[in-house]
């Protein structure tokens, strides 16, 4: 049986590293949106951790440049469009503005996303400490402590004021993904005795691979891939809680994103 869109696990496997890279600070700005808006402190200890994991992520330092890199070849590629009457002039004027604005937020930030942050000492001490088991214990850091006893609201304001320096970023990869997961063209596959060899077509390159699978088959797929051929092996987890490679024949839906 065919997985349906609702129920279906997703599994995403980038072809480069600066693909690889926004998925991680997707998975990061995600995150961070579900904890913010939460009351506990230890939702917003973890806020916080995520906001220092973002700042390592970005600390690369072509990552702004390929971002930017990135936007105007989006830009380049949907103005082949206009004057297809097939497209929406006005859909398509829509999201070739959002990429504008993408630009110029990111283009205007200073440095690095989150080098503001760098400033704050106090901000700048928890994240000395966060790599040390049982580093933010109240008696190592008797100010963070305290701060973790103020009203749910305060805190809040706070780490949303913190994360907001991460904003033009977030956009960016945000709409860049969501573009290329777009420009792909969903196929059903078979994988035959628990495996799936695929020969790329010459002159694409790949950035992306999607795949869908249905959770009730039990299967994980362990995904490799390069600009020649992709390959999917599905795997069963034993009783041994090891990973076993599995001959069992399944459908899934694959996505390859240029």
Not at 60 to 75: E, F, G, N, T, Y
Not at 107 to 117: C, M, Q, R, V
Not at 143 to 156: G, K, M
Request: with cysteine; hydrophobic share 40%; proline share 5%.
């Amino acid at each position: 049986m065919a997985p349906s869109m609702s129920s279906a696990i997703l599994y995403e496997y980038p072809f480069n590293e600066r693909i690889r890279t926004y998925l991680r600070l997707e998975q990061l700005f995600r995150r961070l949106t579900l904890l913010v808006p939460r009351d506990h402190p230890l939702d917003h200890h973890h806020a916080l951790l995520t906001i220092f994991e973002v700042m390592d992520v970005a600390a690369r330092a072509d990552l702004k440049s390929d971002v930017l890199k990135d936007i105007d070849k989006q830009k380049a590629v949907l103005n082949q469009y206009r004057g297809n009457p097939a497209i929406s002039e006005a859909a398509l004027d829509e999201v070739v503005a959002q990429l504008d604005t993408c630009f110029a937020d990111l283009n205007d930030a200073t440095g690095k996303t989150g080098h503001s942050l760098t400033d704050n000492d106090w901000l700048m001490g928890i994240r000395s400490r966060v790599g040390i088991p049982g580093g933010t214990c109240e008696f190592d850091l008797p100010a963070y402590h305290a701060w973790q006893h103020q009203s749910a609201d305060s805190r809040r304001a706070d780490v949303q004021r913190w994360a907001s320096t991460l904003a033009p970023l977030t956009r960016a990869v945000h709409l860049l993904l969501k573009l290329l997961r777009d420009a792909g063209v969903p196929q059903k596959v078979m994988a035959a005795q628990g495996q799936f060899v695929q020969t790329l077509p010459q002159g694409r390159t790949f950035q992306l691979l999607r795949l869908k699978i249905d959770p009730h088959l039990g299967l994980v797929p362990e995904i490799s891939g390069n600009r020649l051929m992709v390959s999917v092996r599905l795997m069963r987890q034993g009783t041994d809680d090891r990973l076993h490679a599995t001959t069992d024949e399944a459908q899934f839906d694959m996505t390859l994103c240029a």
